[in-house]
């Protein structure tokens, strides 16, 4: 088992910046590929980013590329995502999720493990 908890989430206006962090417990952290999803109200779990076993890997959806960035420490069993530029369509809950294996990272069921989540409000 692998238990995730965020951090970080709050209320930011709209050009702000925010860091969110995922803490990983239970199993060794770098075994895991280490993804990012948002869900909306009233919408679907939506891929945001991931980041490989290493770190010398991310990938991006669209709609963030060139204003969040991951990264992970494997050293503290973290991961975290900087949120620049927010935008009011950013507003979502967030969650961090875990996998040994990926064949798609962007597709939610590939992950085994996922946290509660922390919401995050961008207001315009």
């Known amino acids: 088992q692998v238990q995730l908890v965020e951090s970080g989430g709050g209320l930011v206006q709209a050009g702000g910046s925010l860091r969110l962090a995922c803490a990983a417990s239970?199993?060794?952290?770098?075994?895991?590929?280490m993804g990012w999803f948002r869900q909306a109200p009233g919408g679907s779990r939506e891929f945001v980013g991931a980041?490989?076993?290493?770190?010398?890997?991310?990938y991006y959806a669209d709609s963030v590329k060139g204003r969040f960035t991951i990264s992970r420490d494997n050293a503290k069993n973290t991961v975290y995502l900087q949120m620049n530029s927010l935008k009011p369509e950013d507003t979502a809950v967030y969650h961090c999720?875990?996998?040994?294996?990926?064949?798609?990272?962007?597709?939610?069921?590939?992950?085994?493990?996922w946290g509660q989540g922390t919401r995050v409000t961008v207001s315009s």
């Open positions: 980041i490989n076993w290493s770190g010398s890997h991310t």
């Open positions: 239970g199993r060794t952290f770098s075994d895991y590929f």
């Open positions: 999720a875990a996998a040994r294996s990926v064949n798609n990272y962007y597709y939610p069921g590939t992950y085994t493990y």
